[in-house]
């Protein structure tokens, strides 16, 4: 008797959370000046036709029904949700049919943190971050990092191009540098070769013109040579050929 209360009361439980979602798909509205943002915001948007421009528009707006996006100590606008879908679509915008199943809430900080999510103190210097354990489904960005992401490019750095980029690594089962979704069989092994090769060059390498945080390990790597990768192709082209086309293999750009 008692297991057959529990049961309907998860069924009841998990009905509402069903409606409520379906709900709230239902009555999302995108910013009334959603397009002027993108055109003003982002130069991957900027860059494409008006028919690619009205599916990128129509794909984040479908992340933003699916994903969630909370500020903790700070207040979410508009511009901070067209970043983020932004970053996140720009990623998979070349697999049409692609959604990260991986996600359901991005928490905004107003600013950089700490490993244990302290928003307080001078040793605060992580961006952002992909949650694990309790914070499974979530995902972390600071507020401030999101806006200068998107204000630079010739730097080659975006928090969140990176850190959807480490999502799309992790949907195979493990964050490791090796996103098996996106590499074809033929590419797996010179990926690798190629991937640790660059490392150990840019750990000789004292002008190296990518980001030493993507010698920390071959998720980093991975997730660092995909923001070069977006943000200064031609540069990226020029500087390791051979790179830039295992990327171009694995993100099918336009
Ligand atoms: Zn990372």
Known sequence: MFGLIVFIIVIIVGLKFYFDKQKRIRNFQMPADTKQLLLEHVAFYRNLSDEQKLIFETRIKDFLQHVTITGIGT?????????????????????????????????????????????????????????????????????????ESFKNLADGHNTVIHEFVHL?????????GIPEYLLSRPYTIPWITRMHKTIEE???????????????NDAEFFAVISEYFFERPDQLKTHHPELYKLLEQMFHPL
């Open 168 to 176: 799309v690594d992790k949907a195979d089962g493990a964050a490791d």
């Open 75 to 147: 207040v979410v606008e508009d511009i901070d949700r067209i970043l983020i879908a932004s970053g996140a679509i720009i990623v998979i915008f070349g697999f049409p049919g692609w959604r990260y199943n991986n996600i359901s809430e991005v928490l905004l900080y107003k600013d950089a943190f700490t490993e244990d999510y302290k928003q307080i103190g001078n040793d605060r210097n992580i961006l952002g971050m992909v949650g694990d354990g309790a914070l499974q489904r979530q995902m972390i960005l600071s507020q401030t990092s999101v806006r």
């Open 202 to 216: 840019m750990k000789q390498d004292e002008h190296r013109d990518i980001n030493f945080y993507g010698a920390t």
